[in-house]
């Protein structure tokens, strides 16, 4: 049916990879393009005898004209953008210039300033549109799935949503004392910035994990769940007529905390350039470099992720709440993928909206965020390619 350039070589990248060879119908060519080529050429191997042809290249992201020569050589029907959230602009503009359509999990993020928002992909809009293609942004599970719970909630079980509250626990363990499971740089940049959730039309502002609750989850039991600011609020909140409250709510062990907290204080998770050894470092890039590597963590993870979303509001007159969640294995992912359930959950929503866009179930044009479109044929395709969701009428509440 198509072809996809893949950009990104990391952990979500070599789940992304892994699905659309599952579905060597919809994929049937793919080239898996990163920064450094030997990371693509090895998940490539490991994908021998597919039926789905792959191609390598060596491309750097941030040079948009080196994007547009390789999309001009590949000729794909879509960009799967699974690099960082730097380079999501560089990108669409190579997109733009080329007539691809466009999808990505993390919205773009300037990397001098630790502040992600929509503003930036947002004022692409008419230049889509003009171009007659699509974008999709935020085809992860948060933002990507937990979007889609809602819009499925909003068309199938609500006439208004009041109050959302998204809660993404892993009870996985690694065995290490510390390292995070996805890219250290970005999950630190997120997690030690400000917390904030919309409220009544305006964001209400909160000191990092000022906010903590006790959440009794599904197969997995209480956790500490810590209020942080997520991107889904914000379009979220643009596309769910009516909703007067989200909020974002993640699980941190207390020893992550207590290890995050001595290296914040001796600032090793500081994005000010230092000098060091007579060159510029940035402390946190530093610190990403001797902390394993998310990629490596799959054989050694073992537990469950549960990440879904509480939804209250009205149906015919009468108070509702719902909640609709996937529970996901780490062990099960890795004998599957061989990766754990983080870069899972990501990579394979990221495949099923890049599946909608080549298949026209979901089309533009213009800049979409994932909520935006049919979540039906989006739900159908989670349960069938390893992402299952259940639902409960009578969940605990989080006050
Ligand atoms: P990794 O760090 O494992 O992988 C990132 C990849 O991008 C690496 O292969 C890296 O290359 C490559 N890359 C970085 N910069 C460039 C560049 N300038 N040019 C070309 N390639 C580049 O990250 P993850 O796989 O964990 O995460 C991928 C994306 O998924 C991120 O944007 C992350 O925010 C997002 N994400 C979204 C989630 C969601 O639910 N929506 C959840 C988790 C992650 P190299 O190896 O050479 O450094």
């Given at each position: ?18 699905k659309?060879c ?7 060519e ?6 450094t ?31 547009i020569?390789?999309i001009n ?19 669409m503009?190579a997109?733009l ?8 999990t993390?919205n773009?993020?300037?990397p001098e ?16 549109e ?29 006439d ?15 065995g ?9 740089e ?10 904030s959730?919309?409220?009544n039309?305006?964001w ?11 959440y009794d ?11 942080l ?8 909140a ?6 007067k ?33 007579g060159q ?13 590597d ?22 015919d ?35 099923i909206?890049?599946?909608m866009?080549?298949?026209g ?11 935006e479109?049919d979540?039906?044929p989006f ?21």
């Amino acid at each position: 049916m198509g072809k996809a350039l893949i950009i990104g070589a990391g952990g979500v990248a070599s789940v992304v990879i892994h699905k659309c060879c599952q579905n060597p119908d919809v994929f049937e060519e793919i080239c898996i393009a990163s920064r450094t080529l030997e990371k693509c050429e090895a998940i490539k191997n490991k994908l021998a005898g597919s039926k789905t042809k792959i191609q390598t290249a060596q491309v750097d992201a941030d040079n948009t004209d080196m994007l547009i020569d390789l999309i001009n050589k590949f000729r794909p029907d879509i960009v799967i953008n699974v690099a960082l959230p730097y380079q999501d602009l560089t990108i669409m503009d190579a997109c733009l210039a080329t007539g691809v359509d466009y999808l990505d999990t993390a919205n773009y993020e300037p990397p001098e300033i630790p502040k992600f928002e929509y503003k930036w992909q947002w004022a692409y809009k008419d230049k889509f549109e003009k171009a007659g293609i699509t974008a999709l942004l935020g085809s992860g599970f948060d933002p990507g799935v937990t979007s889609v719970f809602c819009a499925y909630a909003q068309k199938h079980y609500f006439d208004e949503i009041h109050y959302i509250d998204i809660v993404d626990a892993n009870a996985g363990d690694h065995g290490y004392p510390f390292a995070t499971n996805f890219n250290p740089e970005i999950n630190i940049r997120e997690i030690t910035a400000k917390g904030s959730y919309w409220e009544n039309g305006d964001w209400v502002e909160t000191e990092p994990l000022e906010l903590k609750r006790v959440y009794d989850l599904p197969e997995i039991g209480p956790k500490d769940v810590y209020l942080l600011h997520h991107e889904e609020i914000e379009s979220l909140a643009l596309n769910i007529k009516g909703v007067k409250r989200i909020r974002f709510w993640m699980t941190f062990s207390e020893k992550y905390l207590t290890h995050l907290k001595v290296l914040e204080n001796v600032g090793m998770t500081s994005i000010e350039p230092i000098d060091f050894e007579g060159q510029k470092i940035i402390p946190l890039q530093f610190l990403k470099a001797v902390l394993p590597d998310p990629a490596s963590l799959g054989p050694r993870t073992k537990g469950k992720t549960n990440i879904g979303c509480i939804i209250q509001g009205i149906k015919d007159g009468k108070p509702r709440t719902y909640y609709v969640y996937n529970v996901c294995v780490h062990e099960e992912c890795y004998a599957e993928v061989g990766s754990q359930a983080i870069s899972y959950t990501t990579g394979v929503p990221a495949m099923i909206g890049a599946m909608m866009m080549l298949k026209g179930i979901w089309k533009g044009p213009g800049v979409f965020n994932i909520e935006e479109f049919d979540p039906d044929p989006f739900m159908e395709e989670l349960n069938r390619c390893g992402l299952p969701w259940k639902e409960s009428f009578s969940p605990e509440l989080i006050d």
